[in-house]
């Protein structure tokens, strides 16, 4: 669940950090299996037709099945399991039965989940039936790529300006889409995850000079990192339900999120099924073993 910029992070010069154990770690690891079956349910049931309600309801029999608790559901009187968030809407989409997907829609699925009091959050994008724009499958594979870059910058006695760093330079070298460049959404950005949901430090996907180079990255910090790019402007306003964030000019947008641990042996992706070996891989870093496997 993106975390709104928060004045404070503005203020102050030292983050308060959560460190993990590596037993926490394997607990947010049990946690993030459970977020990753969330999103290949949903995925799976995001067709034409489908309410978000009823993409809800299977993230909720999921949470149960595996004896994991919602962090999403009651986080400041949000009223769902996950969020979902269709086409121009780039994060926390209220789901209910009267959004109903259609082919051609695209849908971000932002799903947590709460084990043994130890947090998971991801999200993914899913394309719904048929009909999407080359543009709108660029966007997607650039948002997600630009996730990826930034979780691979995810190492001992780097900086966290340093994931900043990856994900915008990532985005930039793109090709420009038709309407002149790549909307990085500035208002809402990752954060760092454990005990709760939201920590500090807040993981800009963008450079903010006046932020500085930010802390050390060190073994058993844990950070959601979730790029949130649009095809036109980086600027959202908030809807009525003090909840649906949108871009100001209808222009679509694409979300994707992990949740990652370092470790002494490098980047655990506690939310990807494969711990983040393949996709890690391409860009020459090695995961972390998988403490569950």
Request: hydrophobic share 40%.
């Amino acid at each position: 669940m993106g975390r709104p910029d928060p004045p404070e992070a503005k203020m102050r010069e030292t983050p308060m950090v959560e460190i993990k154990t590596p037993e926490q770690i394997a607990k947010m690891r049990a946690a993030g299996l459970v977020v990753a079956e969330i999103h290949r349910r949903c995925a799976a049931a995001a067709v034409p037709g489908a309410s978000t309600a009823e993409l809800d309801e299977i993230a909720a029999a999921t949470l149960r099945e595996h004896g994991a608790k919602p962090n999403f559901l009651g986080y400041g009187g949000f009223t769902g399991n996950i969020c979902t968030s269709v086409n121009d809407v780039v994060v926390h989409g209220i789901p209910g039965p009267g959004t109903v997907l259609a082919s051609g829609d695209i849908i971000s699925i932002d799903a947590g989940a709460v084990v043994d009091g130890w947090h998971g959050d991801a999200a993914l994008t899913v394309f719904v039936g048929e009909g999407h724009s080359a543009e709108v499958r660029e966007l997607d594979r650039v948002t997600e790529a630009s996730l990826w870059a930034g979780i691979a910058a995810v190492r001992k006695g780097g900086r966290l300006v340093d994931i900043s760093k990856a994900i915008e330079g990532y985005i930039r070298r793109q090709p420009r889409p038709s309407s002149g460049k790549y909307g990085i959404v500035e208002e809402y950005g990752g954060h760092g995850i454990g005990s709760e949901m939201h920590m500090d430090p807040h993981v800009l996907n963008y450079v903010e000079r006046r932020r500085g180079r930010g802390p050390k990255l060190v073994p058993g910090m844990c950070l959601a990192i979730e790029p949130m790019i649009s095809l036109g402007t980086a600027k959202t306003h908030v809807l009525d339900d003090e909840w649906t964030v949108k871009t100001n000019d209808g222009s679509w947008a694409a979300h994707w999120e992990h949740s990652v641990a370092l470790t002494e042996e490098g980047p655990l992706v506690l939310t990807a099924p494969d711990g983040g070996r393949a996709r890690l891989a391409e860009l020459g870093v090695q995961a972390a073993p998988d403490p569950l496997a």
